[in-house]
């Protein structure tokens, strides 16, 4: 989840020339960013199992498995106390650091109110809303009631060409199904919408979104290829060059990795 905020940091070059007040660089966040990635990648190793469960209690008294079970059960919880704790760091280390950059974001945004931002949710979802009540579909994702009829009736709009009601229904989309099965192709397509009504900028965010929210999902290298072809449409062509040179990086011998590498030579990219 976390290599999604690899380009957020992007976002916040969309509304001004300047990434941050404080003298950060871009290079700087997506430092602390790999920090917060290696942390993680550790985090996941530790919650993998490694086989079978080593403790033998064949051919020992009652009295002596007892002790044995009370040792491993001894021994267990203060491993998982460790675990839970590290992971309750990374969480509020990286939440304070999202939370930092969508106001810095908020600072750049001509149009954003610093007022409406809020508290930064918890990374891991802990505080989505599950408003609907959810339903099995048969690739094990969860879709909420009525949120595939209202996908599809936002895509409809979009392949009949009715670009602004498209964008107007995925936006809705995407504010109530926050978190679902299909957020991060509704902010793609969004997105193309967008791009339909020459609104490059908010093209950018809409695709950003998508990457961010769904950094392996099916459409997550055509977002990222697409965000860094806005950032170029944006002036942004620093940030292009880089975001687009993240997608054969990320997602070797995709379609997407191959029109990145056009995408580069065709706006100059060393």
């Known amino acids: ?34 920090v917060l990635l290696v942390e993680v990648g550790r985090l996941k190793r530790e919650l993998s199992t490694t086989g079978a469960p080593q403790t033998s209690l064949t051919g020992t008294s009652a ?51 610093l007022g409406s931002l809020g508290e930064t949710p918890p990374l891991g979802g802990v505080d989505v809303p599950t408003a609907a009540p959810a339903q099995n579909v048969t690739d094990g994702a969860q879709l909420a009631i009525g949120e595939q009829a209202d996908f599809d009736r936002a895509k409809e709009a979009l392949d009949s060409g009715s670009f602004r009601s498209a964008a107007d229904l995925f936006e809705t989309f995407t504010e109530t199904y926050t978190g679902g099965a299909l957020t991060g192709e509704a902010h793609f397509y969004r997105g193309q919408a967008l791009s339909e009504l020459g609104d490059d900028k908010a093209a950018a965010r809409a695709y950003l979104a998508s990457y961010s929210g769904s950094p392996d999902g099916a459409l997550a290298p055509d977002a990222l290829l697409q965000l860094g072809r806005k950032l170029d ?20 011998g995709s379609e997407a990795a191959a029109e990145s590498e056009t995408a580069r030579a065709s706006i100059g990219c060393q």
């Open 233 to 252: 449409a944006v002036g942004q062509t620093a940030d292009a060059c880089a975001t687009l040179g993240e997608v054969p990086s990320l997602f070797p």
């Open 63 to 113: 009295l002596e498995r007892i002790d044995a079970m009370e040792a491993e059960l001894r021994r267990l919880t203060s491993s998982t106390e460790e675990v839970e704790n590290r992971v309750n760091r990374v969480v509020s280390d990286g939440t304070n650091r999202l939370g930092d950059l969508r106001f810095r974001v908020c600072e750049l945004d001509d149009g954003c109110d």
């Open 1 to 34: 989840m976390l290599r999604a905020l690899s380009v957020l940091a992007c976002v916040g070059t969309l509304a001004g020339p300047a990434l941050a007040q404080d003298g950060q660089t871009l290079a700087d966040i997506r430092q602390e960013i790999q």
